[in-house]
């Protein structure tokens, strides 16, 4: 075997009912906002993750029926037989690579409210849907029930159509009928499918045995099942009903997929569960209770523990939706003995936000993901250098450090230079923030891939003039100098300065970075930002021991940060770290003794007294020294603006922007120009 041999074990087949997967990686089901909606780019992304080594690769939820639609959101479909075609687009791909395609058969019950089919929504019992949306479901009667597993069986046989090699049943993230029937809090019933566990159970023991009756010959059946609800008593536990369910049908599927729910807790992000693993302790009694085949998920990306849980006899497979979406390679890298070059997840959950939004999956460490099939990217492989020789790159943030390395990798010299002492900019800024330390991740991959390289000269301490510039001559230059915050109050909800008495402190992030800190308390931290810096900073502080107030002009501490599954988490920390919050609130002035707001529905006045206010608003860009050379004599081959500094936005966009910047270069200037891609435009037949 060529490569690492310590891990050789993690490269066996092994048998999943009548199926052979080849080797231990598993690409569980995961959201990619490409669903029924993007079949072509679905399709190129799943085989990515198949040609990266993944022995096993998912789709995510596949709606089994248009009464569980999940419109606006683009989930995959199995309703009826035209919907095929398009997974097998899917199916194909990933085959040709070598890896078995499994389904995740869905019926959202009372989490889907059918807002395009306007077909009625359905539970265990009356009650609300899971949308802020003015509808109910109602209860499944036992006819209701006999369709739904009618449903089942037929969206069953029609993956097993479309070439899938694993179907699964699914029972988890509190998003699919079988986990509502499962759990008291969804299920009152008082007849055979309510009550008791087993009851509760009974239609999951049903759609097991009809889904093997119906496919199992030449498929495999995967149970994903949520052992934990993670709500202490006031759930279901691990080591009390869990095990029970898994002891009940322990040998019923050919495959255990086991997690914990909601979605938020399978997918913690590092600054609420910062260890890798973190759902082992919840998994680990499953492999005592079945023969069959188990896989667990929980951000595992270190080989050695990977090593470490198959000997161990905790899982037979690694589960992974983050860190495949991070590294499509992952497996590869470590067959081959390049574990150092494995672009580990940082659990930011931006993948989870373009999902939550309705658009393809993005990566703030994979800028490809998502861009396979549009764009033609490969994570690993990028075009030679045209005729240029030399590229400079300004800056070493996420964008410049991604721009230098992609220059890199197609062969250029590249010259790197920076003003501070470590590379690294915002990331490895924010990092030093309480529970941002795994963002550091985006640093270190791409600074360690540029030490390896010949063909760069890394400069720090160099904080370039225009002149300096000059001086290099090098034909071509890339510029990424980032941003920093604003001091006057501009942003989302005032475009003018704020009026600021001069005895008052003020602060911007960028401070509290550099590790100033509140003179005089108490500390007023006003984001008008609302994505997720500012309540950082307030954990930052009051973690400090700082008395810190909290206001802003949105109804919620940090609201951007429902679409990385945050948010709750975000406001609960800052209840319990004490932090005073205001919401609805701007300010309309600082004055040397606090602040006077204005309640942004009504206007009605307030005044805060403080001693510090710290100003998360807007950032302002540093173009100055483009605009300088812009603005010069001297014509560059290419002169390019990246990242914050041509629009400031996260670390995903700078990241990308230092990638697509690297693509483009010496490309047909009008093609750049178009900025298009590849779109699957309805066919009007
Ligand atoms: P981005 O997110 O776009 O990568 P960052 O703010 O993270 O932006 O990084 C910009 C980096 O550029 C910072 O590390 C900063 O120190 C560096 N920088 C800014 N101006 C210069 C300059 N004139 N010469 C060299 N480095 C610079
Ligand atoms: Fe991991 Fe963040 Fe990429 Fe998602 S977006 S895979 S959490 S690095």
Redesign the pocket.
């Known amino acids: 075997m060529s490569g690492n041999a310590k891990y050789s074990i993690l490269f066996e087949p092994v048998k999943i009912g009548p199926v052979t997967a080849p080797n231990r990686f598993y690409q569980v089901p995961h959201c990619c906002g490409m669903g029924h909606v993007r079949p072509q780019a679905h399709a190129a992304m799943r085989a990515m993750k198949a040609e990266g080594g993944w022995g096993v690769v998912s789709t995510e939820e596949c709606e089994i029926h248009p009464s569980s639609d999940l419109s606006p959101y683009a989930e995959q479909r199995l309703w009826d037989e035209h919907d095929i075609p398009a997974l097998r687009l899917m199916t194909d791909a990933v085959h040709a690579k070598g890896a078995l395609a499994a389904v995740e058969l869905v019926h959202n019950g009372n989490h889907a409210a059918n807002m395009l089919t306007r077909a009625p929504i359905l539970a265990p019992s009356d009650m609300s849907v899971d949308f802020a949306y003015p509808k109910q479901a109602r209860a499944m009667d036992k006819s209701d029930i006999r369709e739904f597993r009618r449903w089942h069986r037929a969206a069953a046989r029609r993956a097993k159509q479309a070439g899938f090699d694993v179907i699964y049943v699914y029972a988890g993230h509190h998003m699919s009928l079988p986990h509502h029937f499962l759990l008291p809090q969804f299920n009152d019933r008082s007849d055979e499918y309510g009550g008791s566990l087993e009851n509760r159970a009974r239609l999951i023991r049903e759609l097991l045995e009809e889904t093997h009756e119906e496919v199992g010959d030449t498929c495999a059946v995967a149970f994903r099942f949520a052992v934990d609800e993670m709500q202490g008593i006031d759930g279901m536990q691990a080591h009390e009903e869990g095990r029970a369910v898994v002891e009940m049908f322990a040998e019923i599927p050919d495959l255990w997929d086991v997690n914990v729910s909601d979605w938020s807790n399978d997918s913690a992000t590092t600054r609420f569960q910062p260890n890798d693993g973190y759902q082992i302790p919840y998994i680990d009694f499953v492999k005592q209770v079945t023969t069959k085949p188990v896989v667990a998920v929980g951000r595992l990306t270190s080989p050695d523990m990977m090593l470490s849980l198959v000997k161990r006899g905790v899982v037979d497979f690694i589960g992974a939706a983050r860190p495949s979406i991070a590294d499509p390679f992952l497996p590869q890298k470590i067959k081959d003995g390049c574990i150092d070059e494995i672009r580990e997840c940082i659990g930011c959950n931006i993948c989870v936000s373009s999902d939550n939004l309705g658009v393809p999956i993005r990566c703030t460490q994979n800028p490809t993901m998502g861009e396979e099939w549009r764009r033609g990217w490969h994570p690993e492989k990028i075009a030679p250098k045209g005729s240029q020789e030399q590229a400079l790159v300004?800056?070493?943030?996420?964008?410049?450090?991604e721009c230098a390395m992609q220059l890199a990798k197609r062969g250029y010299q590249v010259t790197l230079?920076?003003?501070?002492k470590e590379?690294?900019?915002?990331?490895?800024?924010e990092s030093h923030l309480h529970g941002l330390g795994a963002w550091k991740r985006v640093a270190d991959h791409r600074i360690y891939d540029l030490q390896q390289r010949a063909n760069v000269q890394m400069f720090m301490q160099?904080?370039?003039?225009a002149k300096d510039v000059l001086e290099l001559d090098i034909p071509n230059v890339f510029v990424?100098?980032?941003?920093?915050w604003r001091r006057d109050g501009i942003g989302r909800s005032s475009h003018k300065p704020l009026k600021i008495a001069d005895s008052m402190q003020i602060l911007t992030p960028d401070d509290i970075i550099a590790g100033k800190m509140p003179e005089n308390g108490p500390v007023v931290i006003y984001d008008d930002d609302q994505i997720y810096i500012g309540g950082v900073l307030a954990e930052h502080l009051a973690a400090a021991g700082h008395k810190v107030i909290f206001m802003t002009p949105a109804s919620m501490v940090s609201p951007w940060t429902e679409l990385t599954l945050e948010q709750k988490r975000i406001q609960k920390s800052l209840i319990e770290l004490g932090v005073t919050i205001h919401t609805n609130q701007e300010l309309a002035a600082i004055t040397s003794a606090g602040c006077k707001l204005a309640c942004t529905y009504s206007g009605q006045a307030q005044d805060i007294q403080c001693g510090t206010v710290l100003l998360v608003t807007e950032r302002i860009r540093?173009s100055a020294?483009y605009d300088t050379l812009k603005a010069g004599k001297t014509a560059f081959n290419t002169l390019e603006l990246?990242?914050?500094?041509a629009a400031p936005g996260l670390?995903a966009d700078?990241v990308y922007?230092?990638h697509m910047a690297a693509r483009n270069f010496e490309e047909d200037p009008q093609k750049v120009a178009q900025q298009l891609f590849k779109r699957e435009v309805v066919s009007l037949q």
């Open positions: 300004i800056g070493a943030g996420p964008a410049g450090l230079a920076e003003a501070r590379a690294g900019g915002r990331v490895l800024a160099s904080n370039l003039t990424a100098t980032g941003a920093s540093h020294l990246i990242g914050d500094a670390i700078a922007a230092g």
